[in-house]
């Protein structure tokens, strides 16, 4: 009986404590703008300022609920916390306002004066207590400084004699200007603590100009023409002989190029001596080949011109090989040709005597 006595007395003792405790216990609201009230309470003690309300609190503090029969409770409302993420602001620079060099973003619609401690945690000034801000990054050093991107797409123009520029259409950036022709990998000129430029390419193309040439041409031996202005340079192909030779222009300046639209060709003509014919006693006949060359052969050119005078010859060619650049040649076959006709017509003379002869030695046999 005494033992079961001791352990219900133990029992109480542990109770007891316990009891206390839970009275003691303080609840906890979060502020949410309206009034926080606790059901049976009829008045409010406000722990913090020491006084007395009759309407339940909404503010952020500790109170203590006073119940009819002399009970209480003691809560109290907490503030309402609001998460915050900080970054930089790219667009600040120098002289700006302070406050504007970061940037916050959170949910709800808050108005806060963004500020830092002398560690530089953030905190928000000019805004009750009843809001609790959690920055994230939490310090300065932590947020990373994000520069503003300048960029430009690669780019071609052809050349126009005066300045191209390029804009960044940024006021404090200067433009970029180029003139000659030639391939740019460029970027602007920027203050890297707030901006970074990414490089681009600028290409200049040279401008055309068409060419009207005259004629160009020599004989052939002689050295070639000029072939050359101030502003280009004009090459043909190679060789020597009489023919026509490819032209081409090359610009003195790397900002023109030159293209031939007329007279394209270089010509060789033949030797002036070459071109003049040689003088023959006879006039060609109509089936002569009266080209002039650079070596007449007689025996080709003259082919019918010494022909048989009667019809009994066949139409045989009388073939006389004549050296043009020697006038003793052609007056010897000619003299050959009179020789060999004056045998022939002897010939026929003596042939037609034979035939009289045998026809009236024929008619005397018969009488």
Same mark, same amino acid.
């Given at each position: 009986?005494?033992?079961?006595?001791?352990?219900?007395?133990?029992?109480?003792?542990?109770?007891?404590?316990?009891?206390?405790?839970?009275?003691?216990?303080?609840?906890?609201?979060?502020?949410?703008?309206?009034?926080?009230?606790?059901?049976?309470?009829?008045?409010?003690?406000?722990?913090?300022?020491?006084?007395?309300?009759?309407?339940?609190?909404?503010?952020?503090?500790?109170?203590?609920?006073?119940?009819?029969?002399g009970s209480y409770i003691d809560y109290e409302i907490t503030p309402k916390v609001v998460y915050v993420n900080v970054r930089y602001n790219k667009y600040?620079?120098?002289?700006?306002?302070?406050?504007?060099?970061?940037?916050?973003?959170?949910?709800?619609?808050?108005?806060?004066?963004?500020?830092?401690?002398?560690?530089?945690?953030?905190?928000?000034?000019?805004?009750?207590?009843?809001?609790?801000?959690?920055?994230?990054?939490?310090?300065?050093?932590?947020?990373?400084?994000?520069?503003?991107?300048?960029?430009?797409?690669?780019?071609?123009?052809?050349?126009?004699?005066?300045?191209?520029?390029?804009?960044?259409?940024?006021?404090?950036?200067?433009?970029?200007?180029?003139?000659?022709?030639?391939?740019?990998?460029?970027?602007?000129?920027?203050?890297?603590?707030?901006?970074?430029?990414?490089?681009?390419?600028?290409?200049?193309?040279?401008?055309?100009?068409?060419?009207?040439?005259?004629?160009?041409?020599?004989?052939?031996?002689?050295?070639?023409?000029?072939?050359? +202005?101030?502003? =280009?340079? *004009?090459?043909?192909?190679?060789?020597?002989? $009489?023919?026509? %030779?490819? !032209?081409?222009? &090359?610009?003195?300046?790397?900002?023109?190029?030159?293209?031939?639209?007329?007279?394209?060709?270089?010509?060789?003509?033949?030797?002036?001596?070459?071109?003049?014919?040689?003088?023959?006693?006879?006039?060609?006949?109509?089936?002569?080949?009266?080209?002039?060359?650079?070596?007449?052969?007689?025996?080709?050119?003259?082919?019918?011109?010494?022909?048989?005078?009667?019809?009994?010859?066949?139409?045989?060619?009388?073939?006389?090989?004549?050296?043009?650049?020697?006038?003793?040649?052609?007056?010897?076959?000619?003299?050959?040709?009179?020789?060999? +006709?004056?045998? =022939?017509? *002897?010939?026929?003379?003596?042939?037609?005597? $034979?035939?009289? %002869?045998? !026809?009236?030695? &024929?008619?005397?046999?018969?009488?």
């Amino acid at each position: 009986m005494k033992k079961l006595l001791g352990v219900l007395l133990a029992f109480l003792m542990c109770c007891v404590p316990i009891g206390i405790q839970a009275d003691e216990e303080v609840l906890s609201f979060e502020y949410t703008g309206q009034k926080i009230e606790i059901k049976g309470a009829f008045v409010y003690y406000l722990l913090d300022d020491g006084i007395y309300v009759s309407t339940a609190p909404m503010d952020c503090g500790r109170y203590r609920a006073i119940y009819s029969d002399g009970s209480y409770i003691d809560y109290e409302i907490t503030p309402k916390v609001v998460y915050v993420n900080v970054r930089y602001n790219k667009y600040w620079r120098q002289g700006d306002p302070e406050e504007n060099r970061y940037l916050c973003e959170y949910d709800g619609d808050y108005e806060f004066k963004l500020d830092s401690y002398v560690n530089g945690d953030f905190k928000a000034v000019d805004y009750n207590d009843n809001y609790k801000f959690e920055f994230e990054p939490k310090n300065k050093k932590d947020v990373e400084i994000v520069k503003t991107t300048i960029t430009h797409p690669d780019v071609e123009y052809v050349y126009t004699g005066s300045d191209i520029v390029i804009d960044s259409k940024v006021d404090s950036i200067s433009p970029i200007a180029f003139k000659n022709v030639g391939e740019y990998i460029v970027s602007f000129n920027v203050d890297s603590n707030y901006y970074e430029s990414i490089p681009f390419k600028v290409t200049i193309l040279p401008k055309t100009v068409q060419l009207r040439l005259n004629k160009y041409q020599k004989y052939f031996g002689e050295k070639d023409p000029v072939l050359e +202005t101030d502003d =280009y340079i *004009l090459t043909r192909e190679v060789g020597e002989d $009489v023919g026509n %030779y490819k !032209l081409t222009a &090359k610009s003195k300046s790397r900002n023109y190029k030159y293209e031939i639209i007329e007279n394209d060709v270089f010509t060789i003509l033949e030797n002036k001596l070459q071109q003049i014919k040689p003088e023959v006693t006879d006039q060609p006949s109509n089936d002569e080949n009266k080209e002039p060359l650079q070596s007449v052969n007689a025996l080709n050119k003259d082919k019918n011109k010494y022909a048989s005078a009667t019809d009994m010859e066949s139409n045989k060619d009388i073939e006389t090989k004549v050296d043009k650049e020697s006038q003793k040649t052609e007056t010897k076959v000619v003299t050959g040709v009179s020789n060999f +006709t004056s045998m =022939y017509y *002897l010939m026929m003379v003596s042939s037609i005597a $034979v035939i009289i %002869y045998i !026809l009236i030695k &024929k008619r005397n046999v018969k009488s």
